[in-house]
């Protein structure tokens, strides 16, 4: 089928084809916008491919918890909007905790999650270990558990939205870069693309590890910053529990869930640098398996079966940035998620829609202003995995 020609104008312009623009495509288009969406590759071809599919709203901060809550409900119901099956499962989120510096914030949290109606709780070690079988180790102290958090297949919500946006007239170009914003004193114009200019006046970045570049383009800073992170899998493993909670021992951030019949999982890498690279290796794996080894032993003697890289669009203060800039009319942004951005993806295409058309915001985000760090006013976010 012979691509069809790319629109010569558009009221809205989306760079990245991820969950964060296809939200964002959907959206408007299902508003009335007239939206063309950029993808440089395939769709969900960027991190949003690598990510593990877990979703929540245990965080610290209100604003996170907020973005989660609202987008686990929009996911709860993506079978009727878009209309579109991601395999949704309630599994539940466990942080496990095992020193009081850590459990003091986290009960400081659920007490606020509880406030604005996330059913959290902090439970204790025997419960922790009735939850996940998995565990192990007498140095815990206590878990955080919330049985509405839940798991999806990205590469699915992203289908889904892209489906949802076509249905309200959407234009979708994959295979399609954009080589440059064009701004006439200080207002946008329109975008560059190898096939050609598209006319318009505003233009949203939602690019993820890609967005300083993408940023630049306009003139203006996007603070990201790319950091990979590897996962592996499990061969399939006997007498798993049907219903596993996505489960992490918070002091390494080393994670796991069920990934059909084995586990997928994870831990956070102190050594990892900065860069582009998806290329798996080999050298933070003892790691893994030593803590793996400590809090999960069945997991450390399971055969691995493979695994991906992916990156993180990492913020200074691990908070996303979703705005609009100032000194440049029209160019939006939703950005440096630092890991959230699929479980905050169908909030934030809704922050983006209500930004470009003046609605009013179900919640304000203003303190996410990618210009925040100019003044050094961070908003550090401490349930980062």
Not at 62 to 72: A, F, P, Q, V, Y
Not at 195 to 210: K, N, Q
Not at 244 to 256: C, E, M, N, Q, V
Request: one cysteine or more; glycine letters at 10%.
């Amino acid at each position: 089928m012979p691509r069809l020609p790319l629109p010569s104008g558009a009221d809205v312009v989306i760079i990245g084809g991820g969950v964060v623009g296809a939200s964002a495509a959907f959206h408007l288009a299902e508003a009335g916008a007239d939206v063309v969406l950029l993808e440089r590759d395939q769709l969900a071809s960027g991190s949003t491919s690598k990510a593990a599919g877990g979703l929540r709203a245990q965080f610290s901060d209100s604003l996170n918890i907020e973005l989660g809550k609202r987008s686990l409900e929009a996911y709860k119901r993506f079978a009727e909007r878009p209309g579109w099956e991601i395999d949704y499962e309630e599994i539940g989120y466990l942080f496990v905790l095992t020193t009081e510096a850590e459990l003091d914030v986290f009960r400081r949290s659920v007490a606020l999650q509880n406030q604005l109606g996330v059913p959290s709780r902090i439970v204790t070690p025997e419960e922790a270990l009735k939850l996940c079988p998995l565990l192990a180790g007498d140095d815990i102290l206590a878990a955080s558990y919330c049985p509405t958090d839940a798991h999806a297949t990205p590469e699915s919500v992203v289908q889904g939205y892209a489906y949802g946006a076509r249905q309200h007239g959407a234009h979708i170009a994959v295979s399609t870069r954009a080589d440059g914003i064009d701004v006439v004193d200080g207002v946008i114009t329109g975008v560059r693309t190898p096939r050609g200019t598209v006319a318009t006046g505003t233009v949203i970045s939602a690019a993820g590890a890609w967005s300083r570049a993408c940023g630049e383009m306009a003139g203006v800073r996007l603070d990201v910053t790319p950091m990979r992170r590897q996962v592996l899998f499990t061969a399939p493993m006997g007498d798993l529990p049907a219903k596993l909670p996505l489960t992490i021992d918070f002091t390494s951030g080393f994670y796991f869930h069920r990934e059909g019949r084995g586990l997928l999982m994870s831990v956070s890498d102190p050594d990892e640098q900065p860069g582009f690279s998806t290329e798996t290796t080999d050298d933070w794996i003892p790691r893994l398996l030593e803590v793996a080894e400590h809090r999960a032993p069945r997991i450390a003697s399971a055969p691995i079966q493979g695994g991906w890289a992916g990156l993180y669009d990492m913020s200074p203060d691990g908070n996303a940035m979703i705005g609009e800039f100032e000194q440049i009319s029209r160019f939006l942004y939703a950005t440096g998620f630092s890991g959230h951005g699929f479980l905050q993806g169908p909030a934030t295409g809704e922050i983006l829609r209500d930004l470009v058309l003046g609605r009013e915001l179900f919640v304000d985000v203003t303190p996410m202003s990618a210009e925040r760090f100019d003044s050094g006013a961070l908003a550090p976010e401490f349930n980062v995995v």
